[in-house]
């Protein structure tokens, strides 16, 4: 069993950046590809950007790709999300989720632990 708690959400302007984090506890965290995951009001969940156990591999959704960074330090046990050049569009909860798969995992039924979320408002 593992444990997931996000922070670092908030409000912020368009252009601006935020990091999140999301700490792990209950299990042995490098054994854990993580994800991160966002909804928006009205839209399903989606993906966002994905890591491998040892941080060697990534993976992004299309729109985020130069602007966010997925990394993570194993031996803090907690992923980050780097956001840069916010925008409306990415106005979202944020989800972190991990998986026990080896491989970096874009699909949400491929993750069996999941966070409570935080809040990402981008005001214009």
Do not use: H
């Amino acid at each position: 069993q593992v444990q997931l708690v996000e922070s670092g959400g908030g409000l912020v302007q368009a252009g601006g950046s935020l990091r999140l984090s999301c700490a792990a506890s209950g299990s042995t965290f490098s054994n854990y590809a993580m994800g991160w995951f966002r909804q928006a009001p009205g839209k399903e969940r989606e993906f966002v950007a994905a890591i491998s156990r040892n941080g060697v591999m990534t993976n992004y959704k299309e729109s985020v790709k130069g602007r966010f960074t997925i990394s993570r330090d194993n031996a803090k046990n907690t992923v980050y999300l780097q956001m840069n050049g916010l925008n409306s569009e990415d106005n979202a909860v944020y989800y972190c989720a991990a998986t026990a798969r080896s491989f970096v995992e874009t699909r949400q039924n491929g993750y069996a632990y999941w966070g409570q979320g935080t809040q990402v408002t981008v005001s214009s």
